[in-house]
């Protein structure tokens, strides 16, 4: 199945790149690396998925959220294919910032919500490289943050 | 303008790159890739800007801390490129370190003065993608730290 | 003396990468640049080396788990390079998250344990730029996780 093919049976719409908030743009190309500015987990309506994993976020509810930022991701990584996700040739890296309080010690499994859905599109192109870690919080309150790093073709 | 006469306008002035607090160094490139460390934020004098934000610094202080490291940065930057900071080609990523309490949520607003910096001396080569988040607690204190990736032409 | 001489001398013992607790891999290639995944600190029997600076672990504690870090990270990338880390043209970065109080702020001489190193095994191919931080939590508890960029021949 091609890229699309998956997207299509996985269920998946994919959106334009939400505006920036603040100075600075959703992602740059420089040689064949595509640099994606962190992402943070909305619901499908834009507004953010809140909250703080070990307090008021479950870690399954924290997947559900790293794989709904996954699909913000593609939306914005799609536009800088020039439309075309079939240009990426590999899902290089993932940082993954998950809102955590200091007893909770599961933001790989939170963050295999992201890296799952990466596989499940990509196949073996999309095995990343990755680090997840606990934040103290991230902006407006989002329970994840990603930012992601591609080699297009 | 050019952006020496741009950063003349702003009236800031570059400076060496500070000895690294560590055994480390300040910026590798690799290829056209220049990877800048972590620069905490400092007071002209050299002394940190400590504090965290959320309790004894405001959004509008950590925005001036904020500017205040990417002139760090850019003196890096600068020796990066051999003096010339003409060869800049892009501004790429920056990851922003906002030594944050668990209820602040203006990472973004506080990193906005770091990006419009830039945006100011390199204009469309300053728009970068970026990451903003909150951390527990950064180096020496310092209420933030900010790295950095440029493409040299 | 060559990689391998001052690893011997070192008394270290270099070992094949630990399955990624997670939907990821180890590290990516792309181009000259491998990106490795964050590593958490373990001891040689592969369990977990938990804990937090400013509690329950000290510095110089954090220096020998920092230590431990690079040395899984250096069996990693010697996977990486087909087996033969002489390959290595530069470790280019690193990104240090050192599991921290809110009162601790030595993230920089805990990270010391793991650039000495390089510095030891790699000479000036060894000096890297880098990032520490105190965060929230690492995955598994780890009092330190750390990814590095390297750069291959």
């Known amino acids: 199945m091609s890229v699309y093919e998956k997207i299509k049976a996985l269920d998946i719409t994919l959106k334009a790149p939400a505006a920036p908030v603040g100075a600075y743009v959703m992602y740059v190309q420089s040689g064949n690396l595509v640099f994606l500015s962190g992402h943070i987990s909305k619901n499908a309506d834009g507004s953010v998925i809140a909250g703080k994993l070990g307090a008021n976020v479950t870690t399954e509810q924290g997947q559900q959220a790293a794989r709904a930022v996954v699909i913000d991701l593609l939306g914005t990584l799609q536009e800088a294919c020039g439309g075309d996700l079939a240009r990426v040739k590999r899902i290089v890296k993932l940082t ?4 955590s309080t200091p007893e909770f010690t599961e933001q790989h499994i939170v963050t295999n919500g992201a890296s799952s859905l990466l596989g499940e599109v990509f196949g073996d192109a999309g095995k990343h490289a990755r680090a997840a870690f606990g934040v103290m919080q991230n902006p407006l309150g989002a329970c994840i ?6 080699e297009l073709a």
Chains 1, 2, 3 share one sequence.
């Not at 993954?96 to 809102?99: D, E, F, H």
């Not at 943050?145 to 591609?150: D, Q, R």
Request: hydrophobic share 60%; glycine share 0%.
């Open 96 to 99: 993954s910032l998950v809102n």
């Open 145 to 150: 943050e990603i930012e992601m790093v591609a």
